[in-house]
Structures are given as C-alpha cells and as structure tokens.
C-alpha cells in the first residue's frame, strides 16, 4: 500500500500543494510550527476521516479561507484508490472515494490503512483507559468493519440508556423499557469484547519481538486484556453479562450511567511482571508505546496482506541514539512519513519545508 500523490488546498497552513511521494521512505524537515505535522494530519485524516488531533473539522481549515480540500491518489496490492475530503466551515464535510461519495464514515475505515506515531502516543500507555481503547479500535475498524458497526451501535445503545437514567422519576418506570436496551447492548458487547480479547491476543507475540529489538533484549513486555463487563469471556458471556446489568441497575439509576460494560475496558501492560502505567519510567513507557505501534503494524499486514501507511512524527527527538538506530531499521519495511527538526542519516526522499510550503 503506498501514497504516490497528495494534494491539499487551504487545508491548515497550507495554500495549494502538490506532492509526489517515494515507495519507501519520505522526510519532512524543518523547524517547529512550519507545517510538517499538518501534512501527515491530511493524509491521516484521507485514511480515517478524522484528525488525529482533538479539533473540530471547521479548524483545519486556512484561517483565511471558508472551504479546504485534500486528495490522495494510492496504489493498493490489488486496486488503486483515490480519497478526496471536501472541508467547509458552515457546512458538513463531503468525503469521495473513486469519485463516488461515501454515506457513512465507515465505508472509508480499510480502504487506506494508516499506523500513526508521535510523541503525544505516550499517553496510550500513561493515560486514561479510554486512550488503550482508542488504540484497538482504531486498528481493529481497519480491518473489520462488522467491528466498527458494532462499536458505532454500541455506542448509541450507550448513551440511550444512560438517558434513560436521567429521565425516568422512578425504578418502575425504568424496568419498563430498560430490557430493549439491556438486549441490544449485550449483543454488541459480545462482538466488540471478543474481538478486543482476540487483537491483544494476536499483537503479543508482534509486540514481544518488538520491544526486545527497540529495547535491546532487555525487557519482556506482557499484554492482557482488561474487560469492564465484569463477567468471563466465555459461552455463557450474553447470559451473564445481562445477569449483571440486572444486578446492577439500581445502582446505575442511582449513579445516572452504565457501570459495567466494554466502555469500561482496558489493556494492562507489563514490563518484567512491573506495571507499566504507574511505575514505569518515561523511557519505558515511551518505548513500550511505539512497540505497540510496530507491533499494530505487523498485525495489520497479517490481516490485510500488506502493510499499511507508517507516520512517525516527530519521534526521534524523543528517543536515544541506540533506539533510534533500532528504529530505523524497521523504516521501510512499508511506505514511511517522518518528521523531524534537522536531517539526519535517512535514506529517503527528504523534502524542506518551511511556512507551509515545500522550499
């Protein structure tokens, strides 16, 4: 899978661009606030149809500027996609893939799979469950779009139930119709549980092999999943589980949300039998969040049969020499976007920029 031509007008800093990729490996160099960032966050944003970056779509953008476009021509293992966004401040963005539009933010997730690092990544490991969260489902849409319709109806199964708390005077008058809902959520809950217990599952040994190589061999990393159902991931999974829904509906009524459930779930990580999150050092955590990204990598090409588009943004400043050396000898093994402040010893394609254009 690789990006050969990306163009973008009024999008951020940029005024109107036109770039033409290498296979391999491509460098953007330049000092800080130029715009090296806003060119990955375009091409994700063809790849996910939306930023990596926690803004609203009006604020992409040119500040200057009412509408924004961004294009990107691919060539995939079998066809060639073409992803075309369409951004305005006043109205909904219009998304096109071959020139068709799309409905639904799901018929674009899996056309150009995308693995995304930065800096900021460190929060996957130090942060709240929410971020592990966004990690496997993320990958997993990406190669599973039952997923991503389950998680998409899970979550509105969610929030009406959550509604139904705030609004019912009574427990009498909650019991009425809380059984529609309680159904509807145990049935996504299933899928969406499974398949997280199965993609930590398939990541481990990826990730092991990883951290041993950017680590050098120092340190074993252990995965395990983390349900909020509060129940076994098993045969009678749908039996229990709505069981403790059951149970725990006075107190969900007395509280105004769902207690239990795959919105509660999380990831534990393991260095040495050592928790990660609470008493790792910022090296290690840092470390361990970019194994999780090379080892999403390896698992998206087993799922897809290639690999997909590797973003390493601003990365280097973050690392020490030997796990920079390390890490580069996995750029390449896929189509790579590096940011960084000055050259380096890169080979790739390396492109200057400077105040939103490429110099």
């Known amino acids: ?89 006043k109205t909904k963005k219009i998304i096109k893939i071959n020139s068709i539009p799309i409905k639904k933010i799901g018929e674009l997730i899996g056309e150009v799979n995308v693995v995304f690092f930065s800096p900021n990544e460190l929060k996957l490991v130090k942060d709240s469950p929410e971020e592990r969260r966004k990690f496997m489902d993320i990958d997993i849409s990406q190669h599973n779009k039952r997923y991503f319709y389950q998680l998409s109806r899970y979550e509105k199964i969610l929030a009406n139930r959550n509604k139904l708390f705030k609004i019912s005077n009574s427990m009498e008058a909650l019991k009425e119709t809380i059984d529609i809902w309680d159904r509807a959520l145990v049935t996504s809950a299933k899928i969406i549980a499974f398949e997280r217990k199965k993609f930590i599952e398939e990541i481990l040994p990826y990730a092991k092999a990883s951290h041993l190589f950017i680590s050098g061999g120092k340190e074993e990393l252990k995965l395990e999943y983390k349900s909020g159902c509060g129940v076994e991931l098993d045969e009678k999974f749908e039996e229990n589980f709505s069981k403790l829904l059951k149970k725990n509906l006075e107190k969900d009524f007395r509280v105004g949300y769902t207690t239990v459930g795959t919105h509660r779930d999380d990831i534990d990580i393991f260095l040495n039998g050592i928790e990660v999150k609470n008493f790792g050092s910022q090296g290690q955590q840092r470390t361990v969040a970019l194994t999780l990204k090379l080892a ?45 402040t000055d050259e380096r010893k890169i080979n790739g394609k390396l492109f200057h920029i400077s105040d939103g254009k490429i110099v």
Request: hydrophobic share 35%.
């Open 1 to 89: 899978m690789k990006i050969q031509q990306l163009e973008i007008k009024n999008f951020r800093n940029y005024k109107n661009l036109r770039v033409m990729f290498d296979d391999k490996v491509n460098v953007f160099i330049g000092k800080n606030a130029q715009g090296k960032t806003n060119l990955l966050e375009s091409i994700f944003y063809c790849c996910i149809g939306k930023s990596f970056k926690n803004c609203k779509d009006k604020e992409l953008v040119n500040w200057n500027e009412e509408q924004a476009s961004i294009k990107i021509t691919t060539q995939k293992k079998y066809r060639d996609v073409k992803v075309e966004v369409f951004l305005n401040k």
């Open 296 to 340: 999403e990598l390896e698992n998206m090409k087993e799922k897809c049969g290639e690999y997909p588009i590797l973003m390493l943004d601003d990365v280097f400043s973050e690392l020490d020499t030997e796990r920079q050396a390390r890490l580069l000898k996995f750029v390449g093994r896929t189509q790579t976007f590096i940011t960084c």
